[in-house]
């Protein structure tokens, strides 16, 4: 069964950092692109993010330089540390993959920028 888990979200102040990680299960993990979107209230879901099996990583233009995706294939996670955050980056934060032509989402993790 594939798992996609995320977790690390939470309330914090603009300017604030906070560290997202999606543990997954059930997939070839190493081999895969990992990516990570986001979907404000009232938004359609949007991409922020990809590592690709090799470490190649991209990012969406309102986060470069703010964000950082990362990935430790021995645990079978991957990561994203975000700073300097901005209230607009409130979201819930999805974990996304394509394993060998299956798409897998997570549940999600709540991030809120407030003060």
């Known amino acids: 069964q594939v798992q996609l888990v995320e977790s690390g979200g939470g309330l914090v102040q603009p300017g604030g950092s906070l560290r997202l990680s999606c543990a997954a299960s059930?997939?070839?993990?190493?081999?895969?692109?990992m990516h990570w979107y986001r979907q404000a209230p009232g938004t359609q879901r949007e991409w922020v993010a990809v590592?690709?099996?090799?470490?190649?990583?991209n990012y969406q233009r309102t986060v470069k330089g703010r964000f950082t995706i990362s990935r430790d294939n021995a645990k079978n996670t991957v990561y994203l540390q975000m700073n300097s955050l901005k209230p607009e980056d409130t979201a819930v934060y999805y974990c996304?993959?394509?394993?060998?032509?299956?798409?897998?989402w997570g549940k999600g993790t709540l991030v809120t920028v407030s003060s």
């Open positions: 590592i690709t099996s090799g470490g190649g990583t």
């Open positions: 996304y993959t394509n394993d060998g032509g299956n798409i897998y």
């Open positions: 059930g997939i070839k993990f190493s081999i895969n692109a």
